[in-house]
């Protein structure tokens, strides 16, 4: 069954979510969770991929969180700014708030929170310490694309096997 293509985003945006999903299988084959991000300057430039690194017991260790800790590190405001964050899932509240603090401009995710929350549910997997929230819920003023529907199948894939029911 073929999905329908997600009409708000461009061939580059799943060229860069696509990227996502690699780091995220490239972490759960490290035995971590399956999540990857990656940043891209105004001129469409990768400048820092990440991927999941929780499994040594820090749980801040997204990449989503990196990327902003990065940033803040080697970009100006400006850059920060035109810069994209594409992300295998949406972010969660600790990496929305660390997006906004930073400055850096839209998210492009491939899943949505509602989405994997959903998967969860479904297969009975216990919800996790912290409230899950849209980037909007925490960060309102950043623009947000996604999901990407035809990556759906592959991220739901991943985040099955990570929990032992695929």
């Known amino acids: 069954m073929a999905l ?3 009409p708000d985003l461009t061939d580059d945006d799943l060229r860069h979510l696509r990227r996502c999903v690699e780091l995220a299988r490239e ?13 891209v300057d105004g001129d469409g430039t990768v400048r820092y991929e990440d991927r999941n690194r929780v499994k040594d017991g820090d749980a801040t260790r997204h990449p989503e969180l990196e ?3 990065w940033a803040a590190a080697h970009l100006t405001p400006e850059e920060r700014r035109d ?3 594409y992300t295998s899932g949406e972010h969660c509240a600790m990496c929305s708030a660390a997006h906004a603090w930073v400055g850096l401009g839209p998210i492009v995710y ?3 929170t509602t989405q ?20 909007g819920d925490v960060a309102p003023g950043v623009a947000v694309r996604g999901p990407a529907y ?4 592959e991220i739901r894939s991943l985040h099955a096997r990570l929990h032992g029911v695929a």
């Open 27 to 39: 972490a759960l084959e490290d035995g971590d969770e399956p999540f990857g991000s990656v940043l």
């Open 150 to 153: 035809e990556l759906a199948p």
């Open 110 to 112: 491939a899943a949505s």
């Open 116 to 135: 994997l929350l959903g998967w969860l549910e479904e297969w009975g997997v216990a919800p996790g310490p912290v409230r899950p929230l849209a980037i």
């Open 67 to 69: 990327i902003a800790r």
């Open 4 to 6: 329908e293509p997600s």
């Open 83 to 85: 810069a994209v964050v």
